[in-house]
């Protein structure tokens, strides 16, 4: 049996979100995962290439009406640019806020078909979840579904910290350990 569906709550106690997201695989003809930590990686991964698309990369937002003329100009000449050669603003891409980030996951039951934004990819990630045409889940055994009864926002962001460690960096000066991700990450489902 494969992990197929994750069902996930954020925010905690009275904050929690009245609705759950549920996030399915087999779109993109994934048949699933084995192990609760790989599974919610791969969310993580694919909602921090949607997070650095949306709110980090200075080359993605260089249409923004925040932007001077002259900084889009040299982004647009080298997207690498670290600064502007006309005003000496930085161009580089934002710093990575774990804050931001819980608060980007935690919007996105807000969210539409039309906001979530790009379908398949973003930040050259193709995507391995999928919120929409979650019909499958209805009816699914249990065992292939994995559910975060709260918090979700803090397990995807401890998922992200340890896959990609280079972006705990000194703005991440709180611990975020939870007991649920070293659960999961353990292969435990929490109770
Ligand atoms: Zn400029």
Same mark, same amino acid.
């Given at each position: 049996m494969k992990l197929r569906f994750i069902v996930m709550t954020t925010g905690y106690a009275e904050s929690a979100s009245t609705s759950c997201l549920i996030y399915q695989c087999g779109f993109?003809?994934?048949p699933g995962y084995s192990t609760y930590k790989?599974?919610?990686?791969?969310?993580a991964l694919d909602l921090y290439a949607k997070f650095y698309s949306d709110h980090l990369s200075s080359y993605e #937002?260089?249409?923004?009406?925040n932007?001077?003329?002259c900084c889009r100009d040299a982004l647009i000449l080298n997207k690498a640019a670290k600064f502007c050669s006309e005003c000496g603003t930085?161009?580089?891409?934002k710093d990575f806020d774990p804050e931001e980030f819980s608060e980007y996951v935690s919007d996105l039951t807000r969210t539409t078909c039309d906001s979530y934004g790009n379908a398949e990819w973003a930040n050259e990630r193709d995507f391995k979840w999928w919120p929409y045409w979650a019909g499958d889940f209805i009816g699914a055994p249990k065992e292939e579904i994995i559910?975060?009864?709260? #918090?979700a926002e803090v397990i995807l962001l401890e998922a992200l910290l340890d896959a990609k460690p280079d972006l705990r960096s000194a703005l991440c000066e709180d611990d975020f350990?939870?007991?649920e991700w070293e659960q999961f990450k353990n292969n435990i489902h929490p109770k």
């Open positions: 993109f003809g994934n790989e599974a919610i990686t791969d969310l #937002n260089r249409y923004r009406l932007v001077n003329k930085q161009t580089h891409d559910f975060m009864a709260e #918090n350990s939870s007991k």
